[in-house]
Structure formats: structure tokens, C-alpha cells
């Protein structure tokens, strides 16, 4: 059974970081790309970064420079790492993953909210 186990949101003031975590269960860790999906009040939710199994990581323009995406093979966990939080970073954040076996589906854990406010 696949889970995947948010943790690490908040209240934050804005300038401030925040470390997400995701704990992974169910699959092959390693061998699948990892996402971190977020979704603000009365938007759709977006795609912010992308861990490869090689390592390669895509992200948001809006968040280039602010947010690093990591993963722990051993541990299987993949962590988003937020510094120099805005007020519109403000969302609940979501891990994924799409698993591609005899069907193609995509997994998602339950959110972590991310407050950013002074």
C-alpha cells in the first residue's frame, strides 16, 4: 500500500524558512521521480519542484533561488527545504508521486499548511 506522510508546516514570519519532509512507503523509493505540489486558497494547485530518481530537480520560476528539493534513498523521504518565505508562498503543500505498474496512477499525501505572515 503506497503512503506518503507530510510533515514539517507552519507559521512562519515572512524572510523565514521552513524544511518539509515526506516519508514514503509502498514503492520503490528510488526509482521514481518525487514531486511537491502546492495549493493556495482559491487557486489551482501547482507543481513547485521535481526530484528525478538520477537527482535532477526542476522547479517553479517563482521559487528558483528559495527552494531546494532533496531526496534520502535510505530513508525513503524526499524534503523540500523553503528560505526567504513570502506571504505568497502560503499554501498546503502536498507530496506525489506518479507510479507507472500495470496502470499509471498518482499517489498524494494528506498536506502539510505552510503559513507565511507576520
Known amino acids: 500500500q503506497v503512503q506518503l506522510v507530510e510533515s514539517g508546516g507552519g507559521l512562519v514570519q515572512p524572510g523565514g524558512s521552513l524544511r518539509l519532509s515526506c516519508a514514503a512507503s509502498?514503492?520503490?523509493?528510488?526509482?521514481?521521480?518525487m514531486n511537491w505540489y502546492r495549493q493556495a486558497p482559491g487557486k489551482e494547485r501547482e507543481l513547485v519542484a521535481t526530484i528525478f530518481s538520477s537527482g535532477t530537480t526542476n522547479y517553479l520560476d517563482s521559487v528558483k533561488g528559495r527552494f531546494t528539493i532533496s531526496r534520502d534513498n535510505a530513508k525513503n523521504t524526499v524534503y523540500l527545504q523553503m528560505n526567504s518565505l513570502k506571504p505568497e508562498d502560503t499554501a498546503v503543500f502536498y507530496c506525489?508521486?506518479?507510479?507507472?505498474?500495470?496502470?499509471?496512477?498518482?499517489?498524494w499525501g494528506q498536506g502539510t499548511q505552510v503559513t507565511v505572515s507576520s
Open positions: 509502498g514503492f520503490t523509493f528510488r526509482g521514481y521521480a
Open positions: 506525489n508521486v506518479v507510479l507507472v505498474l500495470d496502470t499509471t496512477r498518482a499517489y
